[in-house]
């Protein structure tokens, strides 16, 4: 299984001249593309790199496989959206493959510069690097962020093999009040996260207001800093469950996306956070936390999870009165809406796996 990991590297002052140059080169070279893709109208690669590439190189000193790298980043930005010219950060990620980064060993990477070759130490940053097993992609795109290099490289975990079908599945259901909550009713919630949030919010109007470039910069680091806040979070949650699943030999079920979006009525301001990249991060941490460890994983149909009645089966959307709360006018039973979901969906998996057996 491919899992990407920010490393962080640790080159020497030289180095760093030669690094940050060669991210220079490479983002005017984009944006320089990326002028005349837009000029042109086109985001055809094969036309831009005839007209382009043979000036990137002899312009800004890259490399072919750079040319062409930053042509392809141009193309597809333009791609997304036709009606604006991209423009690139001075110092935006620059994307490397095999044939111009490649590793020595697993502490240091070799990566091609403007003025050649150079060796960099890595420092380990990663769990997955350390898996026994693992190997290195060349794939890996170069960061530069508060002046520090990282590398976001593509590493390959090896998957153990799974073992018998579980006889029961822990359910999950993730959510906004609380993070997650599973079949056993217990429950992670989200309270620090959103407090950070909030309170980064409040600091963003006042710095918006103010509109300097330190308030900026101060508006950008917070950023980062929350969403570092909110991955390690997400780390913490996925490691439990899927610990916990491992421990007690079940698998873990979860929805299906799609179905999410329908079943959740919340006010827009906390669906746009609920719909944010950390509710699909903490999806996507459990699912390769689970295949690295060997734990089955599967998602489930999610209508009507939050509005059956896990008790008695009884199906009425008035059994939800509100967010949070679950009781069932069928048989009376009254407990938390997620709890009782986490139960459905870990039941589906149950039934699920009948299905496939027949
Ligand atoms: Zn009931």
Redesign the pocket.
Known sequence: MLVTEMLKLAPSAEQCEALLATMRACNVAANHTAEVAFEHRTANKIALQKLMYADLRAEFGLSAQMAIRSIAKACEAYKRDKKIKPVFRELGAVAYDQRILSWKGRDRVSILTLTGRIVVPVVYQGRWLATTGATMRGQADLVYRDGAFYLAAVIDVPEPPQGDEPDEWLGVDLGIVNLATDSTGEAHTGKGVRAVRRRNARLRARLQAKATKSAKRLLKKRKRKESRFARDVNHVISKHLVGKAKDTQTGIALEDLEGIRDRVTVRKAQRADHHSWAFHQLRTFVTYKAAITGVPVRLVDPRDTSRT?H????CDKR?RPNRDDFK?L????AGPADYNAAINIGRRAVSHAADDAA
């Open positions: 009645c008790r008695c089966g009884h059994n069932c069928g048989c009376g039973f």
